[in-house]
């Protein structure tokens, strides 16, 4: 999702995401999910030298490439972790923001519920999710399309439609919903779309799986690149307070 997050849609939601979080200099920010730290930088910038900015992973591999990003920001510190479990004491957090991991864990409500443990009252949240049913695909094709996006969402991602579920699952965890709104990343180039949406390596598992035919699903594949690409989805970003 790096691909996404650097394009022109997908800056327009960070920095929307990051905006409407309200960071203030000398607050406590959590980044939770925090990957190679791609948004660390930002969120020190609005905290400045007297906050601190938290980032919780547990990858190894992101955690090395998130600190080697930050190692001469004093105000972050990266920490390794579940977000099923923060490493974090109660009531210590003043803004929290998870983007695009909720589709990814087991209990997205267990991930909730811990953002509403660490984060004190007043504070601001901020959720991002795509939902990976509104992913559409241009080809001449359209029936494999729809195939294609049904095999997503049924047996790709985990959490395919959380997107939509997202001020539904924060109000049960306790959350006041301040604002929902939705971004449509669009996707012009082939090789772009195929890196970042698993167009190829989808469409292999579901013939794989017998869910598509072989030479119908090899054969859309092949028209993606053939002329003017284009596909997108919706991305869902709820903001809520403490």
């Known amino acids: 999702m790096l691909r996404a997050a650097a394009s022109g849609s997908g800056r327009a939601y960070k920095q929307q995401l990051i905006d409407l979080l309200g960071l203030e200099p000398g607050q406590t920010v959590l980044d939770a999910g925090c990957g190679p730290g791609t948004d660390l930088p930002a969120l020190a910038e609005r905290v400045g030298e007297q906050g601190t ?62 953002l509403h443990r660490v984060t004190r009252p007043g504070a601001v949240i901020g959720l991002v999710e795509p939902d990976w049913d509104t992913l559409v695909v241009d080809a001449e094709d359209i029936r494999t399309s729809r195939a294609f996006t049904r ?23 306790g959350f006041s919903i301040e604002t929902v709104a939705a971004t449509t990343p669009v ?56």
């Not at 992101?62 to 001469?72: K, N, P, S, V, W």
């Not at 049924?154 to 049960?172: C, N, Q, Y």
């Open 53 to 114: 900015v938290i980032g919780v992973d547990r990858d190894p591999a992101m955690l090395a490439r998130a600190r080697e990003r930050t190692h001469a920001l004093r105000e972050v510190e990266v920490r390794e972790g579940d977000v099923h479990a923060l490493p974090m004491d109660a009531g210590s957090v003043d803004r929290a923001k998870i983007d695009r991991v909720l589709m990814h864990v087991t209990e997205p409500t267990e991930v909730l519920a811990q």
């Open 187 to 242: 996707f012009r180039e082939f090789e772009d779309a195929d890196h970042t949406l698993g167009l190829g390596r989808n469409m292999q598992q579901a013939i794989d799986a017998g869910r598509i035919d072989q030479d119908r699903g090899r054969r859309w594949f092949t028209s993606l690149s053939e002329g003017p690409f284009y596909a997108s989805f919706t991305l869902v970003t709820v903001i809520c307070s403490r």
């Open 151 to 173: 095999y997503t969402t049924e047996e790709v991602v985990r959490h395919a439609t959380i997107g939509r579920s997202l001020a539904r699952l924060a109000d049960k965890a």
